[in-house]
């Protein structure tokens, strides 16, 4: 059978030296349909964490926290776009294995939004519909308008500053300053992307530590103890007809596995109020998201079918504030996104994505923001850390899987109800799977360590700084708002934002660190880390980085060599016909790369 082959392969020594990592379902690979369908579902539970989190901090931001009906709303759009950037994504954009989902970045700039005087909420506006003045007339506030109005100032700041995150892809910057990142830069990138999210992760699993702990186990127990173990199960193939095989279920599905058994236990303990209806957090009384029933009220009132179309909120509106505060985090996500990439071919035993899949990425990603905005999301799109970092854990990197994943969402938020569904997961179940996750791209940033030297004194000193300080700063600043007073509230929302994300500051300080203090390309690792990139394609699985449908006509148009988004590019606009040693080392050999037929599965769609 098809996994037992996949699963019978062994590590092995590639002729660089480094070993092989061990994945089951390759970038270019395509599982078995019914495969397909539950790995996807996998994917799509992980990513419902972070994706459900933001229309319900979204709606106490714009005054509606009372409001079930724009929370449905909210949620069936989150969903919506969180599928259709996925395709997107997966189908034209760096055509790795990435989920694409709501980022948390955004709600910093949207919470300084929502405190400025004239967006602040009243008590009108929080308690009641309506209010009586006297006898002889009432005053009727409209529950929609006043979320609806805040939105539309979301929405054109939003749009504004993903045009700008479209321009940084499609002019090629992101794939420019590709030629002087190395390993200094990525890996406190990609690591503090794992480490500053456990405080995302706390937050959900304080409902109920025990459940969270219990899922963290039972995934370590499937992926870890249990992953080399395969399961007999009924089997039917033509040649067979029916018969009995073994899969390695446990390591394909641990989150699945772990999540469909700890949903079980938490509605055992729901039925018999084990759990209680209300946790005290922060000294006030809020219901117990470790119940199954603590979002009933979301399935009652979730449409059977709801179709996001533009501008449906009204005219968008826009402020220079907005959208400097926009603008700051965008920039962070670009950052954060780039390394997302590399960490996802890294997980994935893939080729490193060359310049012009980086810079379709980035600029696929601002494309479906956009059309975030336009539809009332109330947040960009970009890569999801998390999923990404459980591809080390199911070994599972098809692309046709995150497709399908993106479906999945995308019909989550057509079809109202079963969205809801998916939202009555427990938080501490979802807040256990991604401790593991976000560990796990920790983990993988750390990897890039083993590229450089690490008894040099220069390298110690500057990865120490990058991690410290991308930990500390933002630390202080959550700590003690309103620190920073430069005489510009827009230049202060601007640094607040770029100096509270972690990867930023950390990514920043080592690539200005490792460009400008000496050292030998040996020393800082260029050497073994360039040599990486451009033979990955000997030593991982080559994976279909060009354009499905249009490659072969833009072959045959010689000026899109100068498009930084063609699967052709390969010299810069401003160089002409002259190209540099760094841009041949980062750049896409078209002609020995391109010419490689995609594997006999043919997923390269």
């Known amino acids: 059978m098809e996994v037992e082959e996949r699963n ?246 641990p989150v699945i596995l772990s999540v469909a058994l700890c949903w079980i236990l938490s509605y055992i303990l729901t039925v018999t109020d084990v759990i209680s209806p209300t946790i005290v957090i922060n000294n006030k009384n809020t219901t117990n998201l470790a119940r199954t029933d603590a979002r009933l009220d979301v399935l009652n009132t979730m449409p059977w079918f709801y179709f996001p179309y533009p501008f449906q909120f009204g005219t968008p509106t826009v402020s220079v504030a907005g959208f400097a505060g926009m603008l700051a985090a965008t920039i962070s996500s670009v950052i954060e996104s780039v390394g997302d990439y590399f960490a996802a071919a890294r997980l994935s035993n893939a080729e490193a994505p060359p310049p012009h899949a980086v810079n379709r990425g980035i600029a696929t990603e601002g494309f479906a923001s956009i059309i975030s905005g336009m539809v009332g999301a109330g947040h960009p799109t970009t890569s999801y850390s998390g999923n990404i970092g459980a591809i080390g854990i199911t070994k599972v990197a098809s692309r046709r899987v995150f ?18 569904v998916l939202t009555l997961i427990p938080d501490p179940i979802i807040g256990g799977t991604l401790t593991v996750v976000f560990g796990m791209v920790g983990a993988v940033g750390i990897s890039v360590l083993q590229f450089m030297d690490m008894s040099s004194t220069r390298n110690l000193t500057i990865l120490a700084l990058s991690m410290i300080l991308g930990l500390m700063v933002p630390q202080w600043l959550l700590t003690h708002p309103n620190s920073i007073n430069t005489g510009s509230e827009d230049l202060d929302q601007v640094l607040e934002v770029l100096l509270t994300t972690a990867m930023f500051v950390g990514g920043v300080i080592g690539f200005i660190l490792d460009n400008t203090v000496p050292g030998t390309k040996e020393e800082r690792g260029l050497l073994r ?77």
Request: with cysteine.
């Open 8 to 253: 019978s392969r062994t590590a092995r020594p590639d002729d660089g030296g480094e070993t092989e990592e061990r994945i089951i379902y390759g970038v270019e690979d395509v599982p078995l349909p019914h495969l397909t369908v539950v790995f996807a579902l996998q994917q799509a539970i992980l990513a419902l964490g972070s994706t459900l989190s933001i229309p319900f901090i979204l709606t106490n931001q714009l005054c509606s926290s009372t409001n079930a009906d724009a929370r449905a709303q909210l949620l069936c759009i989150s969903m919506f776009m969180c599928g259709v950037a996925t395709i997107l994504q997966t189908t034209f954009g760096v055509r790795l294995g990435i989920i694409q989902g709501g980022s948390h970045n955004f709600l910093a700039p949207i919470i300084a939004m929502m405190a400025l005087e004239k967006w602040k909420c009243t008590e009108e506006e929080l308690h009641i519909d309506s209010i009586s003045v006297n006898s002889n007339y009432t005053i009727t506030i409209d529950r929609d308008e006043v979320w609806q109005r805040r939105m539309r100032e979301i929405q054109g700041n939003l749009m504004l500053a993903s045009i700008v995150q479209l321009v940084l892809g499609c002019t090629g910057l992101m794939g420019f300053f590709l030629r002087y990142i190395g390993p200094l830069t990525i890996a406190p990138t990609i690591s503090l992307i794992g480490l500053s999210l456990t405080a995302v992760a706390a937050d959900i699993n304080q409902y109920h530590w025990g459940i969270a702990m219990l899922t963290l186990t039972l995934i370590g127990l499937f992926s870890l103890y249990l992953g080399r173990v395969k399961v007999p199960i009924p089997s039917f193939s033509r040649e067979k007809k029916c018969h009995m095989t073994t899969y390695p279920i446990f390591q394909l599905m």
């Open 529 to 605: 880390w360039r040599e990486t990139l451009e033979a990955s394609q000997k030593r991982r699985k080559p994976v279909q980085y060009n354009m499905p449908f249009v490659t072969r006509i833009i072959k045959r148009i010689k000026c899109c060599v100068y498009f930084p988004i063609s699967p052709t590019f390969s010299k810069s606009p401003l160089t002409c016909c002259k190209k540099t040693k760094n841009q041949k080392a980062y750049e896409l050999d078209v002609v020995t790369t391109d010419i490689k037929p995609v594997q006999q599965n043919g997923g390269g769609t």
């Open 403 to 420: 497709q399908v994943a993106g479906a999945t969402l995308l019909l989550s938020g057509i079809i109202g109800k079963f969205g809801a």
